[in-house]
């Protein structure tokens, strides 16, 4: 059997699900499933490469923007295989979904993966309502160009204010967020978690919408139920 350390929640989430037993650890960050017992080895930021290379792991599970490159390299460079993901859009997911549990020993493509595709199969509605997207405070990070969660707000009807900036995930200050005027200021719960006492009192008299960060940033089994989750999560605003 295949041994398996990864250093994405989502990641984790998907071939825990997928392959109970391949994976042999995972980072602290590593929430689902709930009952996941394997050894923990650092943040994604800042994984323990000692830890990780005492497990004697087959492959290295990634994505190329929560892991830094120093560290993939540094476990490369000690024979370690390791599999990095990239994914800008909803569709691409799937594909990367497949490749990652395939090269986790997998045979057969899993039905939650079927009906995570088939949640996302129906066209792109018009945008709604155009949004600001923090995603941390102190300072203030929104959602900028080419991310993964703009793409998920898109397929729901909800554009996104900042899509053509430069930057992936440029600062803007609060009192600019609210100089724009959006129609609405969704407020995951990660990476900042962002509550109703913590967030929403920054844009007096704009509707906020909280909404769980898994669905929104995580691309696993959590796909199946995001449309629906999201959607109830965006209609529910606050004011």
């Known amino acids: 059997m295949t041994r398996v350390v990864s250093l994405v929640p989502s990641l984790t989430e ?41 497990l004697a792991p087959d492959l290295v599970v990634a994505n190329e923007e929560e892991n830094r490159a120093p560290d993939l390299d540094a ?3 000690a024979g370690v295989e390791v599999l990095v993901t990239e994914v800008r859009e909803v569709p691409q997911a799937f594909g990367e979904l497949a490749r990652l549990l395939t090269a ?7 039905r939650w993966l079927d009906e995570a595709e088939e949640a996302w199969s129906g066209p792109v509605p018009e945008p709604r309502t155009a949004a600001v997207v923090p995603i941390w405070r102190r300072p203030w990070m929104v959602l900028g160009r080419d991310t993964f969660a703009g793409d998920v707000l898109r397929r729901l009807g909800v554009g996104n204010l900042y899509a053509a900036h430069p930057e992936r995930y440029p600062r803007v200050p609060a009192e600019e967020l609210n100089e724009a005027r959006p129609g609405l200021v969704v407020l995951p719960d990660e990476p900042y978690a962002f509550t109703a006492d913590d ?3 920054a844009f007096p008299g704009l ?9 929104l940033t995580w691309y696993g089994p959590s796909l199946a139920e995001a449309p629906r989750m999201l959607d109830e999560a965006l209609r529910a605003v606050r004011r």
């Open 199 to 201: 967030g929403p009192e």
């Open 104 to 110: 986790c020993g997998a045979g057969t493509r899993p």
């Open 75 to 77: 476990l490369r460079a």
């Open 14 to 54: 998907a071939v825990a699900r997928t392959l109970p037993g391949v994976l042999v650890g995972a980072t602290d960050w590593c929430t689902h499933p709930a009952d996941l017992d394997v050894t923990r080895v650092g943040g994604t930021k800042n994984p323990g490469l000692d830890r990780i290379l005492a």
């Open 207 to 215: 509707p906020c919408a909280l909404v769980s960060g898994r669905h």
